[in-house]
């Protein structure tokens, strides 16, 4: 069985995955969607199916982002795949590009429940995008409507961000890992990516994959390039199911 469980990132929702899960469904595999519920929609937390035969069994755990640390430790723990897209194990690197990102990170959380509140949100959905475009009628209507629990999330998880500083709890050091790098992110810093993969490397008994996309930001979009992650798990680690 071929089982995904995909959890979004900060500011993010369930429905992002739609033409993932289209993708992926197409071909047999079994896929839930976590939801932080930052809007009206509830929180949920969905768990792998049960296996009487796990010599068949691949479970896929797809992150993006923040989603990494908000995943469920025990969905984590028990996946066979991990695949993490622009994700981190420290947010903020050590360095010169260590300032300004805490001083935007504050501006950000200091803008949650003001009257700045929407124009960040559409800031940042705007920029993670990049190079690719955002319907901005969509982003209204769909991205930046949150509930009044949901908002007390989005400050407790940007602070999470903020201080994030290893690699998620609960990454099994036999994971298969694959790392997606946006080209053009502008959301990431490239120390921070570096500083993952170092972890990655020190963490599991297999060293990590890394696909770089030319054509994408920090948000991953083109058909073609979920594609390029399907193939991957489904032909390069064929035989490294547990």
């Given at each position: 069985?071929?089982?995904?469980?995909?959890?979004h990132g900060w500011a993010g929702d369930s429905h992002q995955w739609s033409s993932w899960k289209q993708i992926f469904a197409?071909?047999g595999w079994k896929w839930k969607s976590v939801e932080r519920g930052y809007k009206d929609t509830s929180p949920n937390t969905?768990?792998?199916?049960?296996?009487s035969n796990p010599v068949e069994l691949k479970r896929v755990a797809i992150c993006h982002s923040l989603g990494s640390h908000?995943?469920?430790?025990?969905?984590?723990?028990?996946?066979?795949?991990?695949?993490?897209?622009?994700?981190?194990?420290?947010?903020?690197?050590?360095?010169?590009?260590?300032?300004?990102?805490?001083?935007?990170?504050?501006?950000?959380?200091?803008?949650?429940?003001?009257?700045?509140?929407?124009?960040?949100?559409?800031?940042?959905?705007?920029?993670?995008?990049?190079?690719?475009?955002?319907?901005?009628?969509?982003?209204?209507?769909?991205?930046?409507?949150?509930?009044?629990?949901?908002?007390?999330?989005?400050?407790?998880?940007?602070?999470?961000?903020?201080?994030?500083?290893?690699?998620?709890?609960?990454?099994?050091?036999?994971?298969?890992?694959?790392?997606?790098?946006?080209?053009?992110?502008?959301?990431?810093?490239?120390?921070?990516?570096?500083?993952?993969?170092?972890?990655?490397?020190?963490?599991?008994?297999?060293?990590?994959?890394?696909?770089?996309?030319?054509?994408?930001?920090?948000?991953?979009?083109?058909?073609?390039?979920?594609?390029?992650?399907?193939?991957?798990?489904?032909?390069?680690?064929?035989?490294?199911?547990?």
């Open positions: 069985m071929k089982e995904i469980i995909a959890m197409s071909c969905p768990t792998w199916n049960n296996i908000l995943i469920d430790q025990q969905v984590l723990h028990s996946a066979t795949h991990v695949v993490l897209i622009n994700s981190f194990s420290r947010f903020i690197p050590n360095g010169k590009e260590n300032r300004p990102i805490k001083l935007a990170l504050n501006r950000m959380i200091n803008a949650i429940n003001t009257s700045n509140e929407t124009a960040m949100l559409r800031k940042f959905h705007i920029k993670a995008y990049k190079p690719n475009s955002i319907d901005l009628k969509s982003t209204k209507s769909n991205l930046l409507h949150l509930s009044d629990s949901g908002r007390l999330r989005l400050k407790k998880d940007l602070i999470l961000l903020k201080n994030s500083n290893s690699l998620p709890n609960g990454l099994n050091t036999s994971s298969k890992v694959l790392i997606i790098n946006g080209a053009q992110d502008y959301i990431l810093a490239n120390q921070t990516k570096v500083k993952l993969a170092e972890d990655l490397i020190n963490h599991l008994e297999t060293s990590p994959t890394t696909i770089y996309l030319q054509d994408e930001g920090h948000s991953i979009t083109k058909t073609k390039n979920i594609k390029k992650i399907k193939h991957w798990l489904e032909f390069d680690h064929a035989n490294n199911m547990v």
